[in-house]
């Protein structure tokens, strides 16, 4: 069963401000100083809605990774372009300012993490790659917002210093990266409270498949903690924009999951362990010698059979029952998650 | 995808002959010292290996009595070994003919003593005594060889004479049946070590294979107490040849370096390993078939041991063990199929105030198989499913007189008590690496006791550690052995054509708790210590002179520790019990000089003295045996087979293992302290 997995998106929130010429010489330079860095904030704009654009709807993960590369590209030109400009009349500041931006932005659609966090404290927290790589990207995501601000600040110093007016001037570009940028945040919040569970019970899976009865145990109780902590999660994460269907479709999920673990696989562990048991009698009984056999015995191997082709029945009615429901629900979160960004991330 | 990780498995060895007469001596020290080189834990540069130290153990593996050299055999060894040009161990190779013909010379020398000394006068009424530590003598080459001899030769003739103060009565009824008595025994302890001497000189591999086996693992030995060199044989004959023939009983016989048969494995599962009395490394002195005679092992070989056995139709077999402190034991076993081994560990319900599940584990085995990779921590997970059913609210987990195995089980086990995080740290000589917890989630959150004590080692006390150090059990009982270090089985010459190698079990890891600190050398200290007989007194990783030290590592982990246990509280409340139990009074009465005194007298009525007063010692601990605890009833946890029934020629067995937990003053006190922890949390 496919998930939808939308979590790769990058936000790259270049909160750049056009500019109007001031009334003197000073600001009049100012201004044209930081238009040319507005060039290239737009030509990145651009590139970073296709990305966004390939992120939220595209289905082939080539086509995401092409307009991540050429992503890339665009960043590392723009840095280059940047960083030959000169000082502003020996003022490094708004210079030094944007490449840095423009570095760590890079390296966080890169994937270069090392460079900016402590990959080995993330992996001694973490379980597996995926769940190493989700806790890095939260903690990109982090690194790059506050980053954010603090360049937009400094572009406003440095306005204010040299007189030069700012209006915001959003561009149809800028608006609609600014509505995209919200509405993947938002999904993101909802989507990892999904994984964490989804994840969850893939170990729980995988145990049943090899019958570690240790494994089933722990991740059994460990998918009721991880459910119980995202239907709490979940309480405090309102609508967006008074949409709360992909909130709704993971409240299903993890009902679902919460269910599926303190309910449904007990029954399939207590079959697990009782098969172990039987073919251990049974295995004893076929070793013995018939005719030493006493009524008593028979009868009770018997009623063991019974027990054993009853359990089996009721094994496989849970496990259709089960696998049924999953099946119902992540399609339901499939296609809330489809509906979502279509209402929400303009296709073009 | 989920992040699997492999452990070192750490194995159970021993010293075994070698027989290869085209062996190339030079080149397998090369590389025996090639792999310490690559593989062991400390860089080589860093080991400074002591020649005293690695001759003093030669020495004490080829002549463990200190009766085969003369004065100037002794001084000549000692120079062969240590004095020439060439470094330890190379030196061996150098001198391997002239140390071969060496001991060939003494060996034939003390032989010929003790033939031509048949009736030599033994004077029992003299002060002389001799000092025995470890089963080595330790006396002075500077006496001569005949005095060395006598000596040696009284030692055995009164262990002979007095097996107990009862037997030494029933034979002291007139001086001539004394007489004779005496003179049948000095006949029979000569011609054993003159038998003794011959199965030296009839190795497979001569004499040399014989000083090479020992001289190698001298030298290893004075590296570090753990690591250790093992022939091919050793894999071959101990392995396959007593799998077939042994399996049934359900323990594997092996010789140790000193010669002595001792037990190499216990299946698990077996009725040997449901005793939980029997404990690897044990000397095997005595074999008695059901309706048999006894038969001595001493100075036996392995194979008329094995044949002694295979012989016998009974299907019953008493077994006489020396353990590591000297103590013997007679332990009954029974002949079966070891195909329902599926049980390996036991589990009982305490049931009184409170419900307590009661889990031994004697050993961390682990399953070999590769498609399924359950071992022993995947049956401890078992029985607490099915003692989670029946409604235990609290649990024992027993792990004394556990000594290890598998570090993956200690791991795997300790991580079902545990949510998430790091539970060890492993350290090679270059990497750290974090051994987490295999699996989120915990199976039992419950109240929780471990016992632990001296002879809890390696992996057990691995688990105790992790335990207490994430506050998640109490630990009870004494400071465990305090080895917490990992070895790998390496073959000497992987690219020799032969399928089975020599081998070398290396230390090649230490490990670590996620805050950095270890129990090396330490041992893990209980949060409630019980007051314990001398027996193990001596017993632990400090008393090799060469132990890895106890330090600590720097290393991230995520570890977050459950909130401290009422520890103090819990402490108090004990002692309390503790001083007004008579039996742990009694046990704290028992003087350690008595059980593990080294100095023996070789005078016959001091030697009776001494046998008397460990006797009367013996007698104490009897009493406390037949302690009847009324705290709770011991109830088995049967599966669906065994309350069926088959499990008929069982019921003995459990009777006596339930008889054993109820009368066991230490599961008591681990019971009340659970209770008063409940109490507590109330």
């Known amino acids: 069963m496919k998930i939808n997995n939308k979590v790769g998106v990058c936000m790259l929130i270049v909160m750049l401000v056009c500019s109007l010429p001031g009334f003197t010489q000073d600001s009049r330079e100012a201004a044209k100083y930081m238009d040319q860095i507005g060039v290239q904030y737009k030509q990145i704009q651009k590139e970073n809605w296709d990305y966004t654009r390939a992120v939220a709807h595209s289905r082939s993960a080539r086509k995401v990774e092409r307009k991540r590369t050429e992503l890339l590209k665009i960043l590392r030109k723009a840095k280059q372009s940047v960083k030959s400009l000169s000082s502003f009349k020996r003022d490094y500041s708004l210079r030094d300012s944007v490449v840095a931006y423009f570095d760590l932005s890079f390296t966080v659609i890169n994937e270069d993490y090392e460079k900016i966090m402590d990959m080995e404290a993330v992996a001694e927290q973490s379980y597996d790659l995926m769940e190493a790589y989700l806790l890095a990207q939260e903690i990109a995501s982090e690194k790059l917002e506050k980053a954010s601000l603090e360049m937009e600040q400094v572009y406003k110093a440095f306005a204010e210093k040299y007189g030069v007016n700012l209006i915001e001037n959003k561009s149809e570009l800028d608006k609609k990266l600014e509505k995209s940028s919200e509405a993947l945040k938002y999904y993101n919040q909802v989507y990892l409270v999904f994984f964490k569970a989804y994840k969850q019970e893939m170990y729980l899976l995988d145990a049943m498949e090899r019958t570690d009865i240790n494994a089933i145990e722990q991740n059994r109780n460990a998918l009721i903690s991880v459910a119980d902590e995202g239907l709490e999660k979940l309480k405090t994460i309102s609508t967006y924009k008074g949409d709360n269907s992909i909130n709704n479709a993971c409240r299903r999920m993890l009902t679902f999951y919460k269910d599926e673990a303190e309910n449904k696989v007990p029954v399939l562990a207590d079959f697990l362990v009782k098969m172990d048991e039987f073919k251990e009698l049974d295995k004893l009984f076929k070793s013995k010698d018939r005719m030493q056999l006493t009524k008593e015995e028979v009868d009770k191997y018997n009623k063991a059979v019974d027990e054993h082709n009853s359990g089996i029945t009721k094994f496989n009615n849970t496990n259709n029952s089960v696998n049924s429901k999953r099946e119902t629900n992540v399609n339901a979160w499939n296609t809330a998650v489809e509906k979502y960004m279509t209402r929400h991330i303009p296709k073009r | ?682």
Not at chain 2, 104 to 124: H, P, R
Not at chain 2, 345 to 359: A, C, D, H, P
């Open chain 2, 1 to 682: 995808m989920k992040k699997f990780t492999t452990f070192t498995i750490i194995l159970f060895v021993s010293l075994s002959l070698y027989s290869n007469t085209t062996f190339d001596y030079c080149s397998d020290i090369s590389n025996v010292v090639d792999l310490v080189k690559k593989k062991y834990l400390l860089p080589y540069d860093s080991i400074s290996i002591n020649r005293e130290s690695c001759f003093n153990q030669f020495i004490g593996y080829i002549d463990p009595y200190q009766i085969v050299f003369d004065e100037a055999g002794f001084q000549e060894m000692k120079s062969l070994i240590n004095t020439t040009g060439a470094t330890i161990p190379h030196s061996f190779c150098e001198n391997a003919v002239a140390l071969t013909r060496l001991y060939e010379t003494q060996l034939s020398q003390l032989k010929a003593l003790m033939e031509q000394n048949m009736d030599v006068d033994v004077n029992f009424s003299t002060s002389d005594s001799i000092f025995i530590d470890d089963e080595i003598i330790h006396a002075h080459y500077n006496l001569s060889r005949e005095n060395r001899w006598v000596k040696y030769l009284k030692y055995r003739m009164l262990q002979e004479l007095m097996p107990t103060v009862s037997f030494y009565d029933s034979i002291n009824v007139s001086q001539q049946s004394k007489r004779e008595c005496y003179a049948e025994i000095k006949i029979e302890v000569i011609k054993n070590e003159i038998k003794r001497i011959d199965r030296i000189f009839g190795r497979k591999g001569g004499i040399k294979g014989f000083l090479y086996l020992r001289f190698i693992n001298s030298y290893l030995m004075s590296i570090d107490p753990h690591t250790m060199y093992l022939s091919e044989e050793m894999v071959a004959d101990f392995q396959e040849d007593l799998a077939t023939t042994m399996v049934s009983f359900g323990i594997k016989l092996g010789v140790s370096s000193d010669d002595k048969i001792i037990i190499k494995k216990i299946i698990p599962g077996s009725y040997a390993w449901r005793t939980g009395l029997l404990n690897v490394d044990d000397q095997v002195v005595g074999i008695q078939p059901e309706g048999d005679k006894l038969f001595k092992t001493e100075y036996a070989e392995l194979k008329e041991v094995l044949e002694y056995i295979s012989k016998s139709t009974s299907d019953g077999i008493l077994l006489t063990v020396k353990n590591k402190s000297g103590q013997l034991k007679n332990v009954y076993l029974r002949k079966e199929q070891l195909e329902n081994g599926e049980n390996k560990v036991e589990s009982f319900i305490l049931e009184g105030k409170i419900k307590t599940g009661y889990i031994l584990l004697p050993a961390f085995y682990t399953s070999w198989n590769e498609d399924q990779v359950f071992g022993c921590a995947q049956d401890v997970g078992k029985a607490i499913y099915q003692l989670k059913k029946k409604g235990i609210e609290a649990l024992i987990l027993d792990l004394r007189n556990n000594g290890g195995g598998a570090v993956k089980e200690a791991v795997e086990l300790a991580g079902i008590f545990i949510d998430f995080g790091t539970l060890m740290v492993s350290k090679s000589r270059d990497e750290l690496f974090s051994m987490k917890d295999f699996n989120r989630g915990t199976m039992y959150n419950g109240p929780m006791v471990v016992m632990i004590n001296r002879a809890s080692a390696s992996a057990s006390e691995m688990v105790a550690a992790i335990l207490q150090d994430y506050n998640r059990a109490l630990i009870v009982g004494d400071t465990s052995f305090g080895k917490a270090s990992g070895q790998q089985l390496l073959p000497v010459n992987p690219t020799s054509r032969k399928s089975n190698y020599n081998q070398v079990k290396i230390t090649s890891a230490r490990y670590y708790l996620a805050d950095g600190d270890t129990y090396q050398k330490r041992g893990v200290v209980p949060d409630i210590w019980l007051p314990q007989t001398p027996v193990y007194s001596d017993y632990h990783e400090s008393m090799f002179p060469n132990a890895l030290s106890n330090n600590s590592i720097s290393k991230k982990t995520y570890y977050k520790p459950l909130t401290p246990l009422p520890i103090s509280s819990l402490k108090n409340q004990s002692n309390r019990r503790v001083v007004n139990s008579e039996e742990f009074q009694l046990v704290k009465s028992i003087d350690s000089q008595i059980l593990n005194n080294k100095y023996l007298s070789l005078n016959e009525k001091e030697y009776y003295q001494q046998l008397k007063e460990l006797e009367k010692l013996k007698l104490k601990l009897e009493k406390i045996k037949n302690y009847q605890t009324e705290k709770f009833t011991v109830e088995e946890l049967f599966t669906t087979a065994e309350s069926i029934n088959f499990y008929k020629q069982y019921s003995d067995l459990y009777e006596d293992l339930k008889k054993n937990i109820h009368s066991d003053i230490y599961i008591e006190e681990s019971y009340s302290i659970l209770e008063d922890y409940i109490h507590l949390q109330k």
